[in-house]
């Protein structure tokens, strides 16, 4: 079965590096969404991303953040310069962009854990 | 603005007992539901969703969970917790704009008692 992907699955950076987190949408699907969750809080939406440029984006995702579909396969966040507060559990997630939007099922990656020392 | 209120941050079941995670939303469009649950050290994968065909909704691995409009809820159940069932189980609704996006509940982590 099919299923999203992503790496790594834990990253250890210093305050301040740049960082990129990688996913693999399933091949097929069409929209794509970037999620954190800090330990022990809820899962918050980042960014979401259709046809090249993103859609909607939380105020989270500041200046900051970017999101890139590079090669057709890749979809990537890039963290400029971590602080200590950007260190969560990220989720990439896709869907195939078929029949009513509201409805669709949002197919989850493992998560890159990110830790900022 | 859509919402999500799980309560009970944790919730401790003997195996065979019923399983029951609350879910209350808070939406001013019909809203469309969903509850996620995530293994330890995996990803969220979906249980079930509601998107109004039908208020009782049947899931993967014996779960499901009933859409009750007057209470505002979408509780999850299961009539007998296996120890396999403890992990870690979200709800969210999908907010209806450009994006589509999820907005998730705090989260119930199940615990099953042998």
């Known amino acids: 079965e099919p299923e999203v992907t992503q790496t790594p699955s834990h990253q250890v950076t210093q305050m301040g590096q740049e960082v990129i987190l990688r996913c693999v949408p399933i091949?097929?699907?069409?929209?794509f969404y970037w999620y954190r969750q800090i330990l022990g809080q809820k899962v918050e939406f980042l960014v979401s991303?259709?046809?090249?440029?993103?859609?909607?984006k939380s105020e989270i995702f500041d200046d900051q953040f970017s999101v890139e579909r590079p090669d057709g396969s890749n979809f990537t966040l890039k963290i400029r310069s971590t602080k200590l507060e950007d260190s969560a559990m990220y989720f990439c997630a896709s869907t195939t962009g078929q029949g009513a939007r509201e409805e669709e099922t949002q197919y989850f990656g493992p998560g890159t854990r990110l830790l900022v020392l | 603005a859509q919402s999500v209120t799980q309560l009970g941050s944790h919730v401790s079941v003997s195996e065979g007992a019923l399983v029951l995670l609350r879910c209350n939303y808070s939406?001013?469009?019909?809203?469309?539901l969903f509850w996620y649950v995530q293994y330890p050290n995996q990803g969220l994968q979906l249980l079930l969703k509601y998107t109004s065909a039908a208020t009782l909704v049947k899931g993967i691995n014996g779960f499901e969970a009933e859409f009750k409009k007057s209470e505002t809820s979408f509780h999850l159940t299961k009539p007998s917790a296996h120890m396999s069932d403890a992990a870690e189980y979200f709800c969210?609704?999908?907010?209806?704009?450009?994006?589509?996006?999820?907005?998730f509940g705090s989260g119930t982590r199940l615990l099953v008692r042998p």
């Open positions: 969210a609704v999908s907010k209806g704009d450009s994006s589509y996006k999820l907005i």
């Open positions: 091949s097929n699907h069409l929209y």
């Open positions: 939406s001013s469009v019909p809203p469309y």
């Open positions: 991303f259709y046809n090249n440029e993103i859609s909607e």
